[in-house]
């Protein structure tokens, strides 16, 4: 008997080194964020058929920022524009250098069913003569009415990006007007402000965008 109850309480501290060591090495992982970003303002020069210029407005998922990092922006605004910090130039004035490995995916579906970034997804990168995000009326993530000059986001379409340090988000343009009116006017409500929802996971790979 004098020998067994120090048996016991050997085994007993065992299996509680073992647990605590198990619990050390769970992987921790940080909650998903939800945000709407509004009137992210994205002027640009030009246009009405002369060349279009201006500095680029950045973007940095990991802070939910406007940023004038030259390194530390995932995605980047002028006018009806949208660059990612990944690929290469693709020639445009007044465009930043890439320097991330940001990559971009242009979904069709509603912001709440795109749940992860789904396994077959062909990701695109900014290249000489082309953004990843396409530009021009019903092209991308707009439709352009030449008649009213309004600019409207195309309902369910859903931008997923890979961030510059492997993190996932997408992302929902809700209105390109200031305090995004519901039934803009041009002549009254001031264009080139972006108010967009988004889902960021800062969990390093992993692929969820879901609540």
Same mark, same amino acid.
């Given at each position: ?11 007993i501290m ?20 939800s945000?709407?970003f ?45 660059a ?8 445009? +004035? /007044?465009? &930043? ?6 990559a ?5 579906? %509603? @912001? =709440?069913? *795109?749940k992860?970034v789904p ?8 290249s ?17 009415n ?12 859903i ?7 492997n993190?996932?988000?997408?992302l929902?343009i809700?209105?390109?007007? +200031? /305090?995004? &009116?519901?039934s803009?006017?041009?002549t ?6 972006? %108010? @967009? =929802?988004? *889902?960021?996971?800062p969990?390093?790979?992993?692929k969820?965008?879901?609540?």
């Open positions: 008997m004098k020998t067994f109850k120090p048996i016991i309480l050997l085994l065992l299996f509680a080194t073992a647990c605590s060591s198990d619990d050390d090495s769970a992987t921790v992982t940080d909650p998903v964020v945000q709407r509004s009137n992210l303002h994205a002027p640009q020069t030009g246009g009405q058929g002369q060349p279009v210029g201006g500095t680029f407005t950045k973007f940095d998922f990991s802070t939910g920022q406007i940023t004038t990092s030259e390194t530390e922006w995932d995605i980047a605004f002028r006018g009806t524009t949208i990612i910090n990944g690929g290469s130039v693709t020639g445009t +004035k /007044d465009e &930043p250098l890439r320097n991330g490995n940001v971009a995916l242009l979904m069709t579906d %509603t @912001f =709440n069913d *795109v992860e396994e077959t997804s062909e990701f695109l990168q900014d000489d003569g082309a953004f990843a995000i396409p530009t021009g009326s019903g092209n991308g993530w707009y439709n352009y030449f008649q009213t000059n309004i600019v409207s986001p195309i309902a369910g379409k931008l997923v990006f890979r961030t510059r340090n993190r996932y988000a997408k929902e809700l209105s390109y007007y +200031k /305090d995004a &009116p519901t803009p006017d041009p009254l409500n001031e264009g080139r402000y972006y %108010t @967009f =929802n988004y *889902v960021y996971n969990n390093e790979g992993d969820n965008l879901e609540l």
